[in-house]
Nanobody
Framework: QEQLVESGGGSVQAGGSLRLSCAAS????????MAWFRQVPGKQREGVAC???????NYADSVEGRFTISRDIADSTLYLQIHNVQPEDTGMYYC???????????????????????WGQGTQVTVTT
């Protein structure tokens, strides 16, 4: 069964680095695009980064330059590298996958949560100062 399982969260001091992983079963090699989302209590889930089928990436302005999304197709793993973590990066991080339609360009990915069909259970990141 296809599933997404996040790991790598925890407590990190501001200014440090963290790498989140998502065991992505068949999604990384299949006809999907994928994304990382962040959610804090009382706020909407925010798409912070996505990666298209051809590897094209897209980032939210708030994380551009500090977050890097990548994937290892051989290991079926999606990653989110976070550098210079900031207190506002605190939240639950989810990976998600969306099957690409035949009409969707291979370079396209979305950071809109309603577009995604498959979700992991999340991993918590807490930034301390």
């Amino acid at each position: 069964q296809e599933q997404l399982v996040e790991s790598g969260g925890g407590s990190v001091q501001a200014g440090g680095s963290l790498r989140l992983s998502c065991a992505a079963s068949e999604f990384t090699a299949g006809d999907y695009y994928m994304a990382w989302f962040r959610q804090v209590p009382g706020k909407q889930r925010e798409g912070v980064a996505c990666i298209a089928k051809d590897g094209t990436t897209n980032y939210a302005d708030s994380v551009e330059g500090r977050f890097t999304i990548s994937r290892d197709i051989a290991d079926s793993t999606l990653y989110l590298q976070i550098h210079n973590v900031q207190p506002e990066d605190t939240g639950m991080y989810y990976c998600a996958a969306r099957r690409r339609s035949p009409y969707t360009s291979v370079w396209f990915c979305s950071r809109t949560s309603s577009n995604f069909q498959h979700w992991g259970q999340g991993t918590q990141v807490t930034v301390t100062t």
